[in-house]
């Protein structure tokens, strides 16, 4: 799960397209078919209030259909969204090609609701230097491929460099482990003027959302598998550590402000305006901050994980309707191969980014291994829009700490953790032994249909 403009914004020489260059457009396969092109319905069209990344994805949709004259692209605006994919999918009104979060592949193949694309794999030669473990995400137990990666993510602590100083703390030095974010919290809420030195959610999936990265960073476990089946990992130490944390920093420390009941934006917005010292985040982050709330990229910082035994990773790519034709496969793979996973589009991308005044340079996971990788570090490094120097202690930091994928039926699971999270923020005489029971019991009916 990523709620962000990750995921709802543009991606990641404009010749150099691999597979899919005016040269490659007229390969086999590209002069129009006797039928008339294949058209293709895919969605990821960001909404005109993000004006420069549609214009981007407008741009590269007719830049590809010049190239290959027998592919036509229908883009829609929207992205996956679990509480209506189900409906859309019953109805007929699933895109032939759709964006997926990491935390959906795994059901959906086991579900037959999406198509698999091995064979169709030549499409896309780069695929071979995408790494093997996004990858396995979009692959089924059989070893068959059903889609493939676009971005992915991991999280880390992010941080206002400025309420850092004046709280007295090392900006180029941020908490490693949950007790120094205990303490610095305490520094920055001592501020007053309604500052609160830590926040957390609780709302809409991304309090469970968190309480998995938080558990996950002491080394705890959402679930795991025992043979064919899945179990609930969490009511343990490590799980009440984590909420007796939350709690002591909430009601013993009063470091996380009387508002709660938070969701996605409700900290960003928060950060954006000064009254926020730190939360847990991905690097997009810091694009929302600026873009939607008028925050200056110098302004914040990035560290890793506290803890440090883990982070959650996950991310977005895309899959095919298990009613999409061998035609439509063929085509949406080549899109995929022109917009969105080609390594020599890379320094294009940035380079209109840099132009457009869109970030270059925020700490974000490789996807590439290989020369790719090389292409993707050289670009950045060379574009880079953005006081990298800022994220330095993410980028240090996290080499190293595993990278963990969200459980099965993630978004379900975190529905059930948001009660957990939101109890213990909002009520003092919380019984997190019966929480994480409940939850536990919840979990588990869940985890059953895995």
């Known amino acids: 799960m990523k709620r962000s403009t990750l995921g709802r914004g543009a991606g990641l020489l404009v010749v150099a397209v691999l597979g899919v260059s005016a040269a490659a457009g007229c390969s086999e396969g590209s002069a129009p078919a006797a039928g008339g092109p294949v058209t293709i319905t895919v969605n990821g069209l960001p909404p005109a209030t993000e004006a420069v990344d549609r214009k981007k994805f407008l741009d590269d949709k007719a830049e590809f259909e010049a190239a290959n004259p027998d592919i036509k692209i229908d883009a829609r605006e929207g992205y996956m969204d679990p509480k209506t994919f189900a409906t859309k999918l019953a109805g007929g009104q699933l895109e032939d090609l759709f964006y997926v979060y990491f935390t959906d592949p795994a059901n959906l193949i086991a579900r037959n609701q999406v198509a698999e694309i091995t064979p ?29 990666p676009w971005r992915n993510y991991s999280m880390g602590l992010l941080y206002s460099r400025g309420l850092f100083t004046r709280a007295g703390l090392d900006p180029a030095n941020p908490p490693k482990t949950w007790a120094e974010v205990r303490t610095a919290a305490q520094k920055i809420a001592a501020l007053g003027d309604g500052i609160a030195g830590y926040g957390d959610y609780s709302k809409s999936n991304t309090g469970g959302w968190h309480f998995t990265a938080e558990l996950f960073s002491l080394g705890g476990e959402v679930a795991v598998k025992n043979g064919d089946t899945w179990k609930a990992a969490f009511n343990n130490d490590k799980g009440k550590q984590v909420l007796r944390q939350l709690h002591d920093m909430r009601w013993t420390d009063n470091t996380m402000g009387e508002r709660q009941l938070l969701e996605y934006a409700d900290l960003i917005q928060m950060m954006a305006s000064g009254k926020l010292g730190m939360y847990i985040a991905t690097g997009d982050n810091l694009k929302a901050i600026v873009n939607q709330y008028k925050g200056d990229y110098k302004d914040y910082g990035l560290g890793p994980m506290p803890g440090g035994q883990g982070t959650l990773a996950g991310g977005d790519g895309f899959m095919f309707n298990a009613k999409a034709s061998p035609e439509k496969i063929r085509a949406g793979l080549r899109w995929l191969a022109f917009k969105f996973d080609n390594p020599d ?106």
Request: hydrophobic residues 40%; negative net charge.
């Open 120 to 148: 169709y794999l030549d499409q896309v030669p780069a695929a071979k230097q995408i790494r093997p473990e996004l990858m396995k995400v979009f692959s089924g137990q059989d070893g068959k491929v059903y889609g493939l």
């Open 345 to 450: 589009r890379i320094a294009h991308d940035y380079e209109y980014d840099a132009a457009n005044k869109n970030p270059v340079g925020l700490p974000e996971p490789n996807i590439w291994t290989g020369e790719a990788a090389k292409t993707r570090d050289e670009a950045a490094t060379k574009l880079a829009n953005v006081p990298v120097e800022n994220y330095k202690p993410f980028a240090d930091g996290n080499t190293g700490i595993a990278l963990k994928l969200e459980p099965p039926s993630a978004q379900q699971i975190y529905a059930v953790l948001d009660t957990a999270m939101s109890k213990v923020l909002t009520d003092r005489d919380a019984n997190i032994d019966e929480l994480l029971a409940a939850a536990e019991t919840q979990v588990n009916s869940i985890l059953a249909a895995v």
